[in-house]
């Protein structure tokens, strides 16, 4: 049994987390608001009140945030960050998705303060995380990578090492435009096939059967068909990272920032929080 403490319980860290539950691992956890733990507490998670808290004693300490600000108030907090709880010893796991530069500047943090850390983003949405079936992309020591990943693959089925600090958010970003992007550009030929006065479904079965076909197009086809829009992935979420993404391009990625203005002006249409794939309802 591995002491652990998870940090962010939004609708991947609760999926995540009960995997370690499940295992039977000692979990103590923390999260902005209080009652999105009380199903773990229940299982008999013990409650943090800090993420410093929250650390005292783990081996391991993961972090599920929204973003860079997110991810720097649980780790670096002079007063409640997790930073000041871990010991020397135990490995701090960062699985949001984040800027390249800010995943530097934690890890730059990090040895400043004689503590050890990983960054380990995951590929899948909450169908993944609930059936264990993420992608890890994992980026730091391959000493630290080793020792985390028996307790990685409790929630995910691929651990990745992807190379040093950096690469892991990387991947994450590249995966994520890959995905933003064919949303983007489905949502507009939908729209295009309906003008024509065809049947999308129709003549996107029959696009399925050639090689430039892949599964995420599978996926997003049949949200917007069947006008599916619950969050799986939240618009909001896509326009961040793709922002991330345009940071590390260094705004020299004219297809990427296309995408990011579909977004964009969703969000303006107040969908931001609906899945990703509502974007076809602005060709309609």
């Known amino acids: 049994m591995t002491q652990i403490a998870f940090l962010g319980l939004g609708a991947m ?9 499940d295992a039977g691992h000692s979990l103590t956890v923390w999260n902005r608001t209080e009652s999105r733990a009380e199903p773990l507490l229940e299982q008999g998670a013990q409650w943090a009140d800090t993420p410093a808290e929250a650390a005292q004693g783990a081996e391991l300490v ?12 649980v780790w670096l907090d002079e007063q409640t960050g ?3 709880g871990m010991s020397d010893n135990a490995i701090a796991i960062e699985s949001s998705t984040l800027s390249v530069d800010w995943v530097k500047e934690l890890a730059q943090q990090a040895q400043q303060r004689g503590k050890q850390l990983i960054e380990a983003p995951v590929s899948g949405s909450r ?12 980026g730091g020591d391959a000493h630290l990578v080793n020792r985390a990943e028996p307790v990685l693959s409790l929630m995910g089925k ?6 040093e600090m950096g690469s892991g958010a990387l991947a994450k970003l590249v995966t994520n435009t890959l995905m933003g992007i064919q949303v983007t550009t489905i949502a ?11 049947d999308p479904d129709a003549i996107l079965e029959a696009v399925s059967t050639t090689p430039v076909w892949s599964k995420t197009a599978g996926i997003v086809r049949k ?4 006008e599916a829009y619950d969050p799986q992935f939240p618009v909001d979420l896509i326009e961040k990272d793709l922002g991330y993404c345009l940071q590390a391009a260094d705004q020299v990625a004219p297809m990427t920032s296309a995408a990011r203005t579909v977004f964009n002006e969703a969000q303006e249409q107040q969908l931001g929080e609906w899945n990703m794939t509502v974007v076809a309802k602005l060709y309609e």
């Open 127 to 138: 169908p993944q995380a609930q059936n264990a079936e993420l992608v890890y992309l994992v």
């Open 13 to 21: 860290g609760i999926r995540m987390a009960q995997h370690l539950i």
């Open 188 to 198: 507009e030929l939908i729209g295009m096939l309906k003008r024509q006065g065809q």
């Open 158 to 163: 691929k651990v990745n090492h992807t190379g």
């Open 82 to 84: 997790a930073f000041k």
């Open 62 to 73: 993961i972090a599920m945030v929204r973003d860079d600000d997110a991810s720097a108030a």
């Open 223 to 226: 949200s917007m068909v069947s």
